[in-house]
């Protein structure tokens, strides 16, 4: 029977970077739950289970899976599974998703019904997915664009339009979701609420309660994750100052983002920075629920049949 594997904690750089993973026969390989989880398997043959559910997985199939889904993949018997897999975190695409985008992703990835969407080998979708792994140059541009488009492309149907039809009563809600849908979330970020209020041509209380209403957070509490988020993304650059980290979040006074980053984050952006710049050493994984801290990033896990999971009993090949 075999324990827990080796790890690394995840750095923020794997975000749509094309990896590999292989699990020896009848090892499990754990996605993600923060991130979505794009996965094919390319060699091998095994099963992916979920709420005790399994369905086969055969060489060139693919599944979508998003966060906290409770997905478990697991190799067959007598064989070993190949896959291929790249992750995307929403959080690090607030210059290219809408604010409504943002929290139609919020609600699926929320959902008490976490989905999962399969294709099968022949599929369009596996087919390209299939040709980018093969590509060399798996971290250049153009894979990482190709990436983000295959996982857009698949999941747009998931995201349910915000909100009903209006009824002629509440034209200003019409307008306010019409401007948020077309928003980047870095623009929204970086405006003040004087700004996106004039976009709307109403005052700034009408505004910060549409924005509450609709959404279900405070305009200001969104800008500060964003502008948090942003600067936690500039501060893996170690050539980069801390108070010009600080000036492009959003922060004009250096003390303010200091105090505000760790009260996020746990730690001052400096100590942030120092266990971030490179990877810390590997260890034995003790116990996969104290790695999921809602501030950090948990890792991609690799764990034998010891995990007290469902039973692969019946569903070997």
């Not at 369905?55 to 199939?61: I, P, Q």
């Not at 291929?84 to 929320?110: C, G, Y």
């Not at 109403?202 to 505004?207: A, D, G, Y």
């Not at 260890?283 to 501030?295: E, F, H, I, Q, T």
């Amino acid at each position: 029977m075999r324990g827990y594997s080796w790890f690394q904690l995840m750095p923020i750089e794997q975000h749509l970077i094309l990896q590999k993973s292989t699990q020896l026969p009848s090892d499990e390989w754990m996605p993600n739950s923060l991130c979505w989880t794009t996965v094919r398997v390319a060699e091998g043959y095994g099963y992916c289970f979920q709420a005790g559910v399994a369905r086969e997985m055969k060489s060139g199939d693919a599944i979508i899976i998003s966060p906290h889904a409770g997905v478990t993949l697991r190799a067959s018997q007598l064989c070993e599974l190949k896959l291929d897999f790249f992750l995307v975190m929403p959080q690090h695409l607030n210059s290219l998703i809408t604010v409504a985008e943002w929290r139609q992703l919020e609600k699926v990835s929320h959902s008490p019904s976490p989905r999962i969407i399969h294709y099968a080998a022949n599929e369009a979708f596996a087919q390209k997915f299939a040709r980018l792994a093969a590509l060399s140059q798996s971290e250049s541009l153009s894979v990482r664009s190709a990436l983000l488009q295959l996982w857009a492309s698949s999941i747009t149907s998931l995201l349910s339009a915000s909100g009903g039809p209006m009824v002629g009563r509440n034209k200003l809600l019409a307008r306010f979701r019409q401007l948020v849908g077309k928003m980047p979330e870095q623009e929204m970020a970086t405006q003040s609420l004087t700004e996106l209020a004039a976009q709307l041509h109403c005052s700034e209380r009408h505004f910060s309660r549409l924005f509450r209403e609709e959404f279900g957070v405070p305009l200001r509490k969104r800008q500060t994750e964003l502008r948090l988020l942003r600067a936690r993304q500039l501060l893996a650059d170690n050539n980069a100052k801390i108070s010009s980290v600080a000036y492009e979040s959003g922060y004009r006074h250096l003390g303010l983002f200091n105090i505000m980053f760790k009260k996020r984050f746990g730690m001052s952006p400096k100590m942030w920075r120092q266990q971030n710049s490179s990877m810390p050493p590997t260890g034995k994984l003790k116990n996969v629920g104290s790695l999921s801290a809602p501030d950090s990033v948990t890792p991609n896990v690799v764990i034998g049949k010891s995990a007290g999971l469902p039973s692969s009993q019946g569903f070997s090949k």
